[in-house]
């Protein structure tokens, strides 16, 4: 017998002999611990890229097709909803018009955005090396008041929604061509890249809810060409803001496995997915949309969480602030207004025609606009306008021209508020360790008390407290450069941050008087608006290393419809390399401003990501199926999200 049977042969005896004791300890009761449920590794198996729907749910559009799609079907995100009763009185979400905008200091606040406007217009050069002479809004009133509008067809072609046989609801084009004299209510479910939960009619969140799920099935029945009933065989990729709220997206995940039926779904940030769909490892992503602008620093497919940054105006906040300026400079169409739907869109497509951020473009110029309504006649207008055209678009930069007061301008990242459904998540992991690791953060603690300036981290950290205080911006109350925020990130505070928030001998605080001054730090940076430019430093100034902030400098990507103007690029660039900290000028070889990555639509790069993660590999391991979310809820963004949930 040879060597190698020998030890096969004393392998099987060995494994008879574990059996055996393993029978006996059961036949003497021998009680073993309870595992608790864990959750099983996803199913390894190979996934067709066409049985994946990519939703890409915006403020103003809905981006939805499946993976395998050149394009997505993209429609105006909205829900018109027959009337329950006869007599009952119409509502309608606005579409450009905010809170804010009728308060007493509004128009002082936009006229002094607006002056800085225009200094700033006048000190930067032509690339002729000539100042520009700055045109007056009187030149062109003169001209506009005189002008009356020309006939160009009895008939303006354009019909109301036909609602003869009383649909109960319509979704997209059709819901914006609705009558306002038929029994319908107007909803757009999402504001400001988050649900648009409010306290009027249809403002509940399961009602909110319901207009998501009207609109998304609509889609995918009628321009995908998939029935509802088939979704089981379907997957769902949905991309949320980089900022956003858990319970919401616990809800629409939820909608979207048990009440859809969708199979299974992964869900990821719309700022990573930009990255995907760009083919940039890392970037700064700037994503201006209609509503929103959000920022964040991303890099191998990670979001930095201290980056993010959502402030409370994008591209309609720009179409109002045209508007405005067309008014000053004697607009000839004298019946527009911004409780139209039909003429907000007329004033997003002359915004997106005439506007322009190139510093060339100087005096003043005629132009021409149809406008077409049902019911009316088709009609041609000519308009004299200046500077208007590029004062607008600089709202995005001195954010105080649209003219908002009393609103929270700035979001930062919360940490979770923790779910019932998820007892074992952060806060009772903190809770948890065990007691060496108590001590040995005591006595760090000490020692970071006795060294000036640490006590913020010393006295924090043993409580579980660091987590809530390192939602401060960086730097914040001290220009907003400085120290590192710590490689973590998310459970390290900063020197700078530390300071900012209290003098170096201040550390005998108590907690409350901490997270009390934490909290007025947190508001005042919240009720200001930064420009674009600004949002950028802060944002590449949150990372942690130098490296890493070189990186960013190198990639900024600008995606989503709202800096699509002719000039954006160069008109940033120009403006980040001016206030760059002098120390990154000598680092940093070239500050680089992406706007079409691959001549692509930047409108559609996120949606694009979607479809690119559903062909990676390493997603197989991100799936969420219908049946774990039914057993184990919302443990599951936690387990299998790409992100800290």
């Known amino acids: 017998m040879t060597q190698a049977e020998k030890e096969q042969d004393n392998g099987k005896e060995k494994e008879k002999e574990r059996d055996k004791e393993k029978e006996k300890e059961q036949q003497r009761g021998v009680k073993r611990p309870i595992a608790p449920p864990t959750i099983p590794d996803p199913l390894q198996e190979q996934i067709q890229s066409n049985f994946v729907v990519v939703i890409h749910p915006g403020s103003r559009t809905l981006r939805i097709g499946r993976a395998t799609d050149t394009l997505p079907v993209t429609i105006p995100h909205v829900i018109a909803r027959r009337h329950k009763q006869s007599g009952q009185p119409r509502y309608e979400d606005?579409?450009?018009?905010?809170?804010?905008?009728?308060?007493?200091?509004?128009?002082?606040?936009?006229?002094?955005?607006?002056?800085?406007?225009?200094?700033?217009?006048?000190?930067?050069?032509?690339?002729?090396?000539?100042?520009?002479?700055?045109?007056?809004?009187?030149?062109?009133?003169?001209?506009?008041?005189?002008?009356?509008?020309?006939?160009?067809?009895?008939?303006?072609?354009?019909?109301?929604?036909?609602?003869?046989?009383?649909?109960?609801?319509?979704?997209?084009?059709?819901?914006?061509?609705?009558?306002?004299?038929?029994?319908?209510?107007?909803?757009?479910?999402?504001?400001?890249?988050?649900?648009?939960?409010?306290?009027?009619?249809?403002?509940?969140?399961?009602?909110?809810?319901?207009?998501?799920?009207?609109?998304?099935?609509?889609?995918?029945?009628?321009?995908?060409?998939?029935?509802?009933?088939?979704?089981?065989?379907?997957?769902?990729?949905?991309?949320?803001?980089?900022?956003?709220?858990?319970?919401?997206?616990?809800?629409?995940?939820?909608?979207?496995?048990?009440?859809?039926?969708?199979?299974?779904?992964?869900?990821?940030?719309?700022?990573?997915?930009?990255?995907?769909?760009?083919?940039?490892?890392?970037?700064?992503?700037?994503?201006?949309?209609?509503?929103?602008?959000?920022?964040?620093?991303?890099?191998?497919?990670?979001?930095?969480?201290?980056?993010?940054?959502?402030?409370?105006?994008?591209?309609?906040?720009?179409?109002?602030?045209?508007?405005?300026?067309?008014?000053?400079?004697?607009?000839?169409?004298?019946?527009?207004?911004?409780?139209?739907?039909?003429?907000?869109?007329?004033?997003?497509?002359?915004?997106?025609?005439?506007?322009?951020?190139?510093?060339?473009?100087?005096?003043?110029?005629?132009?021409?606009?149809?406008?077409?309504f049902p019911e009316a006649p088709a009609l041609l207008y000519q308009v004299r306008l200046g500077d208007e055209k590029l004062e607008a678009p600089m709202g995005l930069f001195y954010p105080t021209t649209f003219g908002i007061v009393g609103q929270k301008m700035t979001s930062l990242q919360y940490r979770s508020q923790g779910d019932s459904e998820d007892p074992h998540d952060e806060h009772y992991l903190l809770a948890t360790q065990s007691k060496q690791d108590q001590s040995s953060k005591s006595a760090a603690d000490r020692k970071a008390i006795s060294r000036p300036g640490g006590g913020l981290d010393g006295e924090m950290s043993g409580q579980g407290g660091v987590g809530e205080l390192s939602d401060l911006p960086r730097g914040c109350g001290s220009g907003g450069s400085g120290g590192g925020g710590g490689a973590k990130g998310e459970m390290e505070l900063g020197p700078a941050q530390g300071e900012c928030l209290m003098g170096a001998g201040e550390v005998e605080e108590p907690l409350s008087a901490h997270l009390s001054r934490k909290t007025a730090i947190m508001s005042q940076f919240e009720s200001k608006a930064l420009g674009l430019d600004k949002a950028i430093l802060h944002s590449i100034d949150c990372c942690a290393s130098d490296e890493t902030k070189r990186k960013m400098y190198s990639s900024i990507l600008v995606v989503g419809g709202g800096l699509m103007f002719h000039g954006a690029q160069e008109f940033l660039l120009h403006r980040i390399i001016n206030k760059m900290p002098p120390s990154f000028r000598r680092l940093v070889d070239n500050v680089e401003v992406i706007t079409r990555p691959k001549d692509m639509d930047p409108r559609l790069i996120s949606w694009k990501g979607g479809a690119v993660l559903a062909c990676l590999d390493t997603t197989q391991e991100m799936w969420i199926h219908q049946r774990e979310w039914q057993r184990f809820g919302v443990r599951m963004l936690r387990e299998r999200a790409a992100f800290v949930w």
Request: hydrophobic share 35%.
């Open 94 to 372: 606005a579409w450009l018009l905010r809170e804010g905008l009728n308060k007493p200091e509004s128009n002082e606040q936009r006229q002094n955005g607006l002056k800085m406007v225009d200094q700033a217009i006048w000190s930067k050069k032509m690339s002729n090396g000539v100042r520009r002479t700055p045109v007056s809004a009187e030149q062109a009133r003169a001209y506009n008041c005189q002008i009356r509008p020309a006939v160009l067809d009895s008939s303006s072609r354009v019909k109301w929604t036909n609602t003869a046989h009383h649909p109960p609801h319509l979704v997209g084009e059709e819901a914006l061509y609705v009558n306002p004299s038929d029994c319908y209510n107007i909803h757009w479910p999402m504001v400001r890249g988050q649900l648009n939960v409010h306290a009027g009619p249809g403002g509940s969140l399961t009602a909110v809810l319901a207009d998501l799920e009207t609109i998304w099935s609509h889609v995918i029945q009628k321009q995908l060409d998939i029935p509802l009933k088939d979704l089981k065989y379907y997957r769902c990729i949905l991309l949320v803001p980089d900022i956003y709220n858990r319970q919401h997206i616990k809800e629409v995940v939820n909608m979207l496995l048990l009440n859809m039926g969708f199979s299974a779904i992964i869900v990821h940030q719309e700022s990573v997915c930009a990255t995907f769909g760009s083919g940039l490892s890392s970037a700064c992503v700037v994503d201006v949309g209609d509503q929103k602008t959000s920022l964040c620093c991303v890099e191998d497919g990670v979001s930095h969480r201290n980056s993010r940054l959502c402030l409370a105006y994008g591209g309609s906040d720009v179409t109002r602030t045209f508007f405005w300026l067309l008014q000053r400079a004697g607009f000839p169409y004298r019946d527009c207004q911004l409780s139209s739907r039909l003429d907000c869109q007329l004033l997003q497509h002359l915004k997106e025609t005439f506007c322009h951020l190139d510093q060339d473009i100087s005096g003043l110029q005629d132009h021409e606009f149809q406008t077409r």
